[in-house]
């Protein structure tokens, strides 16, 4: 079945930077677009990045747009999220997630990892 | 920026049915989906394209969509259904961007 299996989380200062892995496994994975979803402590889901199944397309919310990049190596089946000048309002559970598509909706999601911004 | 309008709260007894609602500008050009986050526990995608349940997802989750508006409803309601639950669709524009709603804590007592 699908897994997905988030990595590289942990606490950082605010104005550095941090990269997220997912290594997928289940699926194939050069077939798929590929998302990072967040949710801040206590706070809602907000959608973070998607990337296309060849890497040609990738697309940002606002929020992170010009500081966060995705990425993806479909020779490891894995995925990531360059993060840079963070600030304390990137404090959140990371979750990445596979498209049902190329560049649809998330369908299955990862355990989630935390990224905490603090000095 | 575009977003999904949802209630905060919604509140059943168990057996009633339950509708959760989510409004926006595009929804008439953009399909919504739904998903359902239990305490502690990433997403589960419940509804696609509007009316869709992926398989595993129990019948008594249906989705609509009509104008601006997308409501799931969850017939039968159990208590093993309070979740949150976010609808999640994109804009009408070439942005490519897509957004989640507020969420809706459903409670059933």
């Known amino acids: 079945q699908v897994h997905l299996v988030a990595s590289g989380g942990g606490v950082v200062q605010p104005g550095r930077s941090l990269r997220l892995s997912c290594a997928g496994s289940?699926?194939?994975?050069?077939?798929?677009?590929m998302h990072w979803v967040r949710q801040a402590p206590g706070k809602g889901l907000e959608w973070v990045a998607l990337i296309s199944n060849d890497g040609s397309k990738r697309y940002y919310a606002d929020t992170v747009e010009g500081r966060f990049t995705i990425s993806r190596d479909n020779s490891k089946n894995t995925f990531y999220l360059q993060m840079s000048s963070l600030t304390t309002e990137d404090t959140a559970i990371y979750y990445c997630a596979k498209d049902q598509g190329d560049i649809a909706a998330p369908d299955y999601w990862g355990q989630g990892i935390l990224v905490t911004v603090s000095s | 920026s575009y977003e999904l309008t949802q209630p905060p709260s919604v509140s059943v007894s168990p057996g009633q049915t339950a509708r959760i609602t989510c409004s926006g500008d595009?929804?008439?050009?953009?399909?919504a989906y739904w998903y359902q986050q239990k305490s502690g526990q990433a997403p589960v995608l419940v509804i696609f394209?509007?009316?869709k349940r992926p398989s595993g997802i129990s019948e008594r989750f249906s989705g609509s969509s009509s104008g601006t508006l997308a409501t799931l409803t969850i017939s039968g309601a159990q208590v093993d259904d309070e979740a949150d639950y976010f609808c999640?669709?994109?804009?009408?524009?070439?942005?490519?961007?897509?957004?989640f709603g507020g969420g809706t804590k459903l409670t059933v007592l």
């Open positions: 595009a929804l008439p050009k953009r399909y």
């Open positions: 394209e509007d009316n």
């Open positions: 289940g699926f194939t994975f050069n077939a798929y677009g």
């Open positions: 999640y669709s994109r804009d009408s524009s070439d942005t490519h961007r897509r957004v």
